[in-house]
């Protein structure tokens, strides 16, 4: 099996090193992801702007290929230039912090792996709820191998994409594993606004967001709950339960 493995963080980034070393096993893995830390850059690609790519090493030995582009742009250029097709499995992640709710939409990692599943590879992201102790990327890592091994030997076909969270983990290991539909309530968030020189305001958007009350059957209920959240994801934004009323509107009466 081809596994392209990416992220959002950047190529050094703790999380994909760990995700490295727990899917080794399971194919020829090649690395192609962002020089730098590309967090919330969501589905956006380079367009205007060339980009370079460059083989690094780490610890004197070979590592992967380093992007100077967004993680949409990695997948892209790993399979059409850097690794070649046929790409069997994207991994992205794991990144450091949770992709759920309306911040699927937000999240590099999750379009990263989302762009594997547009050109037709099982794809999976992974994501690392943060708490107020540090990371433990191994048992990250352990626990994504194991929910990746059941997605594989069950419903992972060319073109499906998931998006797999993993609770915070200072109250120890999660309690299970759930499959949830994406949260779409809104979140509560604010702006740091400072007064800066020549009359000018400063706009920052602060990191202490927090979710509204979570329905238990989502994936933001699910982390809430301590559980491992599994929420199948699919590219195709069309809202098919309005398709109908939209067909009933007089558009036959637009002037052409
Ligand atoms: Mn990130």
């Known amino acids: 099996m081809r596994i392209l493995l ?60 380093r992007v100077d582009g967004r993680p949409a742009d990695c997948v892209k250029l790993a399979f059409k230039e850097l690794v070649g097709e046929p790409i069997d499995l994207v991994l992205s992640g794991i990144n ?17 792996a989302a762009e594997g599943a547009i050109l037709g590879a099982r794809a999976v992201a992974f ?70 020189e020549k009359g000018r305001t400063w706009y920052q958007l602060t990191d202490g967001y927090e979710y509204n009350a979570p329905s238990p059957d989502t994936d933001v209920g699910a982390l809430h709950d301590r559980y491992i959240s599994v929420t199948p994801l699919h590219v195709d934004l069309t809202d098919t339960r309005r398709l109908e009323a939209l067909r009933a509107l007089p558009f036959g009466e637009v002037p052409l």
């Open 127 to 196: 994501s690392q709820a943060l708490g107020r102790t540090a990371v433990d990327y191994e048992a990250s890592a352990r626990r994504c191998r194991a929910v990746l091994d059941v997605l594989l030997a069950g419903d992972l076909g060319p073109g499906h994409l998931v998006a797999v969270n993993l609770p915070i983990q200072d109250d120890g290991p999660p309690v299970g594993v759930r499959v949830d539909r994406q949260a779409v309530g809104r979140i509560r968030e604010s702006y740091a606004v400072q007064a800066g």
């Open 6 to 65: 990416t992220n959002d963080d950047g190529i050094l980034a703790p999380g994909l090193r760990a995700l490295h070393r727990a899917a080794a096993d399971l194919g020829e893995i090649h690395v192609v992801a962002p020089w730098s830390p590309q967090s919330a850059a969501g589905h956006s690609i380079t367009l205007h702007d060339r980009m370079t790519a460059e083989r690094i090493e780490v610890d004197g030995a070979p590592w992967g290929i």
């Open 96 to 112: 450091h912090g949770a992709n759920v709710g309306i911040n699927v939409l937000y999240s590099g990692t999750v379009a990263a």
